[in-house]
């Protein structure tokens, strides 16, 4: 059964510092793989997805992933972080069948 | 181009009565979804309907849960009765292509069941 591990419940980092918000996967196949954002009493927000290509891809606000087949990872990353970033965010991994599973999520802090 | 749009935005009920939630898909998005948050915690799939068919729900509790999407467009999730666990938020989402595509979210219904 398809699977998606975000090992961190909350990341601190420092306004200006690179992020890092991990995220592992389990499925069998070439898995699709999304990040989403959610911010305090709203809907998640798409920010970027892996589906075939360049292991990295870049999505909205700065925000890009790796895509790393070997490590079954999909780590979500922002060169310099802004204390607006600060929120909650969710890995997916979308298999056969159509089905999207959600990670647990990882809340991100960005003291300023 | 209007948003997925849910509604109520928020829902208190006592147990045992119930509550139903309605969406809205995007334009043209034949895939829609409804998923349960809880506190704390990731979203999971209840029902994932392509145009009126029900394709996906497995994770459904069928006993007091039942949901419809009538002509293939608006959506109707409802609860009878209502239990003190179904406190939640339910989200509603659609999607364009429903392999590559991302989900698009509405700001969800929060039931708060006393």
């Known amino acids: 059964a398809q699977s998606v591990a975000q090992p961190e419940d909350q990341v601190n980092v420092a306004e200006g510092n690179p992020l890092t918000v991990k995220c592992t996967y389990s499925?069998?196949?070439?898995?699709?793989l999304f990040w989403y954002v959610q911010y305090p009493n709203r809907g998640l927000q798409f920010l970027l997805k892996?589906?075939?290509?360049?292991?990295l891809v870049k999505g909205s606000y700065g925000f890009e992933a790796e895509f790393n087949k070997s490590q079954t990872s999909f780590h979500l990353k922002k060169p310099s972080a802004l204390v607006s970033d600060s929120a909650l965010y969710f890995c997916a991994v979308r298999q056969g069948g159509f089905k999207t599973i959600f990670g647990a999520g990882t809340r991100l802090f960005v003291k300023a | 181009e209007a948003g997925v749009v849910q509604s109520p935005r928020y829902k208190i009920i006592e147990k045992k009565q119930p509550v139903a939630f309605w969406c809205n898909p995007i334009s043209g998005h034949n895939t829609l979804y409804w998923y349960r948050q809880n506190l704390g915690q990731g979203p999971e799939l209840l029902i994932r309907?392509?145009?009126?068919?029900?394709?996906?729900d497995s994770q459904l509790p069928k006993d007091r849960f039942s949901a419809e999407r009538l002509k293939g467009v608006d959506s109707t999730l409802k609860i009878q009765p209502a239990e003190l666990g179904d406190s939640a938020v339910y989200l509603c989402?659609?999607?364009?292509?429903?392999?590559?595509?991302?989900?698009?979210f509405g700001e969800g219904s929060r039931l708060t069941v006393l």
């Open positions: 892996y589906i075939t290509g360049d292991n």
């Open positions: 309907y392509e145009n009126e068919e029900a394709v996906d």
């Open positions: 989402a659609s999607s364009l292509d429903r392999s590559t595509g991302e989900l698009f």
């Open positions: 499925v069998s196949g070439n898995p699709y």
